[in-house]
């Protein structure tokens, strides 16, 4: 008999579909012929020499003996514009917002052919210290309300440039999701006196049988009620509502935490497209009793289908207790 | 400037992103060689002649001549299972149903080489036919409480097999995105007295460019708010919040009218990969004033990526108003 499992931070249900359900090993990807990708490709907008033609502009440059690691940039099509104010208008059923904010580039590697998961702990560290330095910065931009820093690695998972790379947008305004998960979260620590993230981290914690692997501040695991095969959550140990707070210490510990799970993926599945997402609380709420910043990793094995898109319900053909037993045990 | 605009019945943003926008013209599916197909495949299960070796069971049909135009069957892997009870489970943080429901498969004609979009709409009216008799059969059973009528056609949408099928899935428990939704629109009835769907197809109409086709009793039209490029609502003109009191009448129109609405997608955009699904109230709530069912049809013709699982908002790169008008001047 399948089991209908509640999400309890989002109150989702999600039907683990066990009587569909494939060993992990058959979400494995199926590797055709592999490309051999080269380390610098001239038509490339993110590679080293190609910055002054393709991508003058930067908002942050890390560095090492004169050369840069990590650049981030204007996204050059960008979703939102940066210039402008932020205006409310309604009109009858047309209400609209002026599409204001930032929306930027994260090119994480001068290496065209690397991927994240193979990259050094140290440098995934310049990474993620760049993401704590513009998410800081851009949040003192008084149009900006929500800040979101996510990676799409691989065809399925929406990017089009294979260089290394990741995204930050800034937005004006709160996601609706985001207002009605606070409103669960917030019910739940009203009732319970504690925060829902800090509970389930302890009872994951106890129970062991969904942990992937666990760092000194960060533990990486696979939720009871995942959406899909090998979702996984990736929680600080310390209470924070917001990722622009992550103290150095945690920087460099989620770096160690991020390199080990994505090398279990890329080691176990074949190098899956997948994307991350760090979900923080809005910029202008802090230290909030009820939310808890985290990282999501969403492997792109599965496909979306009507079932999902027209009921907000979700089918996993894997059990999550599986899908953690299986990349504990990926070694790497 | 891009726009964000606001989706009146899910209160979701959507960066309309003018900056990025292409012309409908470039969503066009490009098609490589274009497989030919059998009108018979001796492995298909949904094939005439492979009933009684590979899909005895069946829970409908509909026949002409001594010939089944449509077959409804239970889904050889079913999410759900038919028997068994509804049990609900909390133990700690994990919160848990049995996984008991129905699942079926609308086998939509014989023809494995036919697509929904060229069936004669007499044909398409037994479709619909099919899915009516078996929503309400299926509400009368007490364990469940939400019925889902939905297509994945193309494997971007989802599918694994060719022959034109649709699926219907009845859950024991009302998704929570459902949920959400009711808070909303019973806000908007509470507020203004009047259905928030009512409201917007009047306004539509009223407006004219969103608008993709009308017949008697449903109009087709692309939402102010589009989650992604072509997304279309159909929308019944008579206020009723359960699918399974459409009337004859209304059956016979939308069968005419879903045929139009795919006939300019299939010409229009090169036959793309899409999802449709029928939005219906839960079972045992009926006649509401503040919820109105319809279809939504979604085209798989880009990819959700990392912002838009991070944030629950979406990025179109088309204008609503655009591609109205686009599928309008489709010649069919």
Known sequence: MPEIRQNLVTKDWVIIALERAKRPEDFKKRIKTKEVLPEYEKKCPFCPGNESAMAPEETLRIEKNGKWQVRIIPNKYPALSKAGERLRKVDGIKRRLSGVGLHEVVIETPLHNMTTALLPEKHLQCIIESYRQRYNEMAKDN???????????????????????????????????????????????????????????????????????????????????????FHCWIYPRRHSSSFGDITDDEVTDLAVNLKLTLMKYYHGLNDPDFNFVIRSSPTDMKKLDFFHWYVSIVPRITKVAGFELGSGMFINSSLPENDARFLREVKI
């Open 143 to 229: 149009r900006i309300e929500m800040i979101i820093i996510f990676k799409n690695h691989g065809e399925a998972a929406g990017t089009s440039l294979i260089h290394p790379h990741s995204q930050i947008v800034a937005t004006p305004v709160v996601p609706t999701q985001v207002r009605e998960r606070f409103i669960n979260t917030q019910k739940y620590f009203d009732e319970n006196l504690e925060c829902v993230f800090c509970k389930i981290l302890a009872e994951e914690l106890k129970d062991g049988t969904r942990i992937v692997l666990e760092t000194k501040h960060f533990v990486a695991f696979i939720p009871y009620a995942a959406m899909s095969p």
